[in-house]
């Protein structure tokens, strides 16, 4: 009895391969930054903008301490930050902010 040589365990192979590559760029497209809290402990609030500049999801939502830095990644690169002073109540916006190359953006 003679057997034919498989060639769908190559092409299953090939098409395995050949899937993980053209998600990997999908994967590599988060961009990052962090920001950081200057002069007192700060709530952050921090939502995706859509290329348009439109506010998406919230990212991130969270007490810093004075001086320390939280890091944010964002599919698009751009974001909104909020934040709100530990002295008060009152929550200010800010103006959009690039996300990229571990930029950090520093909020009072």
Not at 12 to 23: K, R
Not at 66 to 92: C, E, F, H, M, W
């Amino acid at each position: 009895m003679h057997m034919k040589p498989s060639w769908v365990l190559p092409i299953a192979i090939f098409l395995a391969a050949m899937g993980l590559l053209v998600d990997a760029p999908a994967q590599g497209q988060s961009a990052s930054c962090y920001v950081s809290a200057g002069i007192e402990n700060t709530h952050i609030m921090v939502r995706e903008l859509d290329m348009d500049g439109n506010p998406k999801d919230q990212i991130y939502s969270g007490w810093v301490d004075q001086g320390q830095k939280v890091p944010i990644y964002s599919r698009s690169g751009q974001i909104d930050v909020n934040y709100r002073l530990a002295s008060s109540d009152k929550t200010i916006g800010s103006e959009d902010r690039d996300c990229s190359n571990g930029r950090v953006i520093s909020v009072p």
